[in-house]
């Protein structure tokens, strides 16, 4: 059966400090993985998109990192500002073969920068 | 800029009636897509369109229906609401048809919050 699970599940740092996000998954047999932030009361905003074939991607200060084999992968986020504070989701992407893809999100990591 | 739009942000209905969400997005997207979003469950696929008139079961459809006209417009429909359908109800498209990519580009509403007395 296929689950995403993220660690933390709540986080708080001061202004200024470089933080990491895990989201990991069972079944490596990916398609894409992709990060996105929720602000409170808010849909979600695509942050980053990872395909199967790719190790990471990067964006400002953010960098995300897929490795498959172990069945993860991290949101480095740098310099952190107060602006971030928000809920970051992952989602994961397999394809079904008799049936259109299965996606998959993890339950979020709530983020809070102190100023 | 608007991209997906839901017809209201936040909702109270009683138990028992019939509750429509709307979703309209202007890009031109064959996917669309239904989820629910639960305290410590995530986001949780209903139902999801990809193409008009036609539409697929998600992971808990269970109460609840689609319709989709129009490409632009995929409306979620409470039969009988109850108790338990109090949630955050969230909207997404994407471009690419059929099952394939599902994740890229996908564009979010920015949800409703619906409460059932």
Wanted: aromatic share 10%; hydrophobic share 35%.
């Amino acid at each position: 059966k296929q689950e995403v699970t993220q660690i933390p599940a709540a986080l708080s740092v001061p202004e200024g400090e470089n933080l990491v996000l895990n989201c990991s998954f069972t079944d490596s047999a990916i398609y894409n993985l992709q990060w996105f932030r929720q602000d409170p009361g808010k849909g979600l905003t695509s942050l980053l998109l990872i395909q199967s074939s790719q190790r990471e991607q990067t964006s400002g200060r953010l960098n995300a990192s897929l490795d498959k084999s172990s069945g993860r992968s991290t949101l480095y986020i740098a310099a952190s500002q107060p602006g971030d504070s928000a809920t970051y989701l992952c989602a994961v992407e397999w394809v079904v073969r008799t049936s259109y893809d299965k996606v998959i999100f993890g339950p979020g990591t709530s983020l809070s920068v102190i100023p | 800029d608007v991209k997906v739009t839901q017809s209201s942000r936040y909702l109270v209905k009683r138990t028992g009636e019939k509750v429509f969400l709307e979703c309209v997005q202007d890009m031109d997207h064959e996917n669309m897509f239904w989820y629910r979003q639960d305290p410590g469950l995530g986001l949780r696929l209903i139902y999801f369109s990809y193409d008009v008139k036609m539409k697929e079961k998600g992971d808990i459809p269970e109460g609840y229906s689609v319709s989709r006209e129009k490409k632009e417009r995929f409306s979620l429909i409470l039969e009988s609401a109850s108790t338990n359908q109090t949630s955050m109800y969230l909207c997404a498209s994407t471009r690419v048809s059929g099952g394939l990519a599902v994740l890229l580009g996908a564009f979010f509403g920015p949800g409703t919050r619906l409460t059932v007395l």
